[in-house]
């Protein structure tokens, strides 16, 4: 299976209100560290969906801790609306950077707008909004699209180029959700014997792939499927509940590949119920506040920082194991 390493994003400095607003990326507005004042960082989460997006959080938290930098955490419950309100909430704050990883791609331009007007420099975690170049410095995170054709390499690597497909998808409107499709159906057109006959959103939950999969397995459809594609492990992990729950075997007469790389998808995988997984490391606190730190002391950094792919499979899986910290 293949193991997608991917990572998500980071941090600036703020401006002095009185001062003009200044483009995300020029020098920092203000240096915190010189002037003995802790830094203060906004982070608006997406929520807590799915075991890489806890890690996600802990990583980010326990950075900040580590670091000495005062950090506003919001969780916004995978809603659009909270997190632009967390946003607004750290520019009156004045916060000196603001960090988010997107929930959906658009929507977006207005409250950075603010941000910037602001002098506040935003940072993209893990998923990009859809918006101009200059309404924030960098994002860090995956490709993934890459993730998606992984994925799709591999299944087509272990059928031979012949599968009936069942995808469970991501969170409607989320850079994931769109760019792994994009990138698995890219890969399987020119293999006319692979064909996806049914695609819906699971939301990245675990609890959802299970309720979407038991639902699929009684349709007409269900009997045709032998491979389940899912965006992320949760939702493959409560596919596999589901596919034991009507007496197959997932992995064998059900293959189940998806996508993060999460200890249960290993163990998942070393019991041979779980075939592939595409790794997207989610420890980027480490990555996100090393770019905080360099863009405070007016280094350049790339608008886009992808981190490589990593790939993993059951063949690989209990080699692995012990070392999955997430």
Same mark, same amino acid.
């Given at each position: ?10 941090? /600036?400095?703020?401006?002095?209100? !009185? *001062?003009?607003?200044?483009?995300? =990326?020029?020098? &920092? %507005?203000? +240096? ?127 059928? /031979?180029?012949?599968?009936?497909? !069942? *995808?469970?998808?991501?969170?409607? =409107?989320?850079? &994931? %959700?769109? +760019? ?147």
């Amino acid at each position: 299976m293949f193991l997608l390493a991917a990572v998500a994003v980071l941090s /600036g400095c703020g401006s002095n209100a !009185a *001062e003009p607003a200044k483009p995300a =990326g020029d020098k &920092p %507005a203000t +240096d915190a560290g010189q002037s003995g004042k802790k830094l203060v960082v906004g982070f608006s989460q997406i929520g807590a969906e799915s075991a890489w997006r806890t890690a996600n959080t802990n990583s980010i938290k326990a950075e900040a801790e580590k670091r000495g930098i005062e950090l506003k955490f919001s969780d916004a419950q995978q809603k659009q609306e909270n997190q632009i309100k967390a946003i607004r909430s750290f520019i009156d704050q004045k916060v000196d950077v603001i960090a988010f990883a997107p929930v959906v791609e658009t929507g977006w331009e207005p409250v950075l707008t603010e941000a910037k007007k602001a002098g506040i420099p935003v940072f993209v975690s893990d998923r990009r909004p859809q918006v101009p170049d200059d309404l924030y410095v960098t994002f860090l995170g995956a490709d993934f699209i890459k993730e998606g054709q992984m994925a799709a390499e591999w299944l087509i690597k272990k059928t /031979g180029g012949k599968a009936v497909i !069942a *995808e469970l998808e991501g969170t409607t =409107g989320s850079a &994931p %959700a769109n +760019d792994r499709k994009k990138g698995f159906a890219e890969a399987i057109a020119k293999y006319p014997d692979m064909k996806v006959v049914f695609s819906q959103t699971g939301d990245f939950k675990r609890a959802n792939g299970k309720e979407v999969t038991e639902a699929l397995l009684k349709s007409p459809v269900g009997n045709t499927i032998n491979v389940i594609y899912a965006h992320n492990d949760d939702m493959a992990l409560g596919a596999i509940q589901a596919i034991e729950a009507v007496g197959k075997k997932p992995g064998k007469d059900i293959l189940v590949i998806s996508i993060d790389g999460i200890k249960d998808a290993f163990v998942a995988m070393t019991e041979g119920k779980l075939n592939c997984t595409t790794e997207c490391n989610p420890l980027l606190g480490p990555l996100l506040f090393d770019s905080i730190e360099k863009f405070k002391k007016g280094e350049k950094l790339e608008k886009r920082q992808i981190v490589p792919d990593g790939q993993f499979d059951e063949t690989t899986a209990a080699k692995e194991l012990p070392n999955r910290k997430y």
